[in-house]
């Protein structure tokens, strides 16, 4: 029993991959799917960005925590401002939406390389890296979509 709480998600995951779909979905949710994969094995953002700031910007733990402030902010911004904007008004496809939100993370994670102060260059450049944090709605509104 304890074992179906594993097993179950991953089945239906992939169950849900092998439905029909319209306009030929198929490779692009498969593709999202193993782009969700290699993110979720990169999850440890948390110790590689202050490793990155102690380094570049010699921040202390006080400081680090206006990032992840900034982080909380730019993932409550994104899930409830920018994307309903885009669904609802521009009328974008849950595939073009993704692909919006890679382009503009992608931009803002170049900003934060680039960043030449800790304030305001990289907490603004990494405030639009959160943009992100919408995959997860915008990637299973797609996933669950198929043929009726």
Same mark, same amino acid.
């Given at each position: 029993?304890?074992? @179906?709480?594993?097993?179950?998600?991953?089945?239906?995951?992939?169950?849900?991959?092998?439905?029909?779909?319209?306009?030929?979905?198929?490779?692009?949710?498969?593709?999202?799917?193993?782009?969700?994969?290699?993110?979720?094995?990169?999850?440890?953002?948390?110790?590689?960005?202050?490793?990155?700031?102690?380094?570049?910007?010699?921040?202390?733990?006080?400081?680090?925590?206006?990032?992840?402030?900034?982080?909380?902010?730019?993932?409550?911004?994104?899930?409830?401002?920018?994307?309903?904007?885009?669904?609802?008004?521009?009328?974008?496809?849950?595939?073009?939406?993704?692909?919006?939100?890679?382009?503009? /993370? /992608?931009?803002?994670?170049?900003?934060? /390389?680039? /960043?030449?102060?800790?304030?305001?260059?990289?907490?603004?450049?990494?405030?639009?890296? @959160?943009?992100?944090?919408?995959?997860?709605?915008?990637?299973?509104?797609?996933?669950?979509?198929?043929?009726?």
């Amino acid at each position: 029993m304890r074992v @179906n709480y594993f097993s179950r998600p991953i089945n239906e995951r992939v169950i849900n991959a092998r439905r029909p779909r319209s306009h030929r979905m198929r490779p692009i949710i498969i593709t999202v799917f193993c782009v969700m994969v290699c993110y979720y094995a990169g999850l440890n953002d948390y110790a590689l960005n202050f490793g990155y700031l102690k380094f570049k910007f010699d921040v202390g733990p006080e400081q680090y925590s206006r990032t992840n402030v900034a982080n909380e902010l730019g993932s409550i911004f994104t899930l409830f401002v920018v994307v309903p904007i885009m669904i609802r008004y521009f009328k974008l496809h849950e595939t073009a939406v993704l692909a919006i939100i890679s382009a503009v /993370a /992608a931009a803002a994670y170049a900003g934060c /390389a680039f /960043a030449s102060d800790f304030w305001p260059g990289y907490i603004i450049a990494y405030f639009f890296t @959160n943009i992100r944090g919408a995959h997860y709605s915008s990637g299973r509104a797609l996933a669950t979509k198929g043929k009726a």
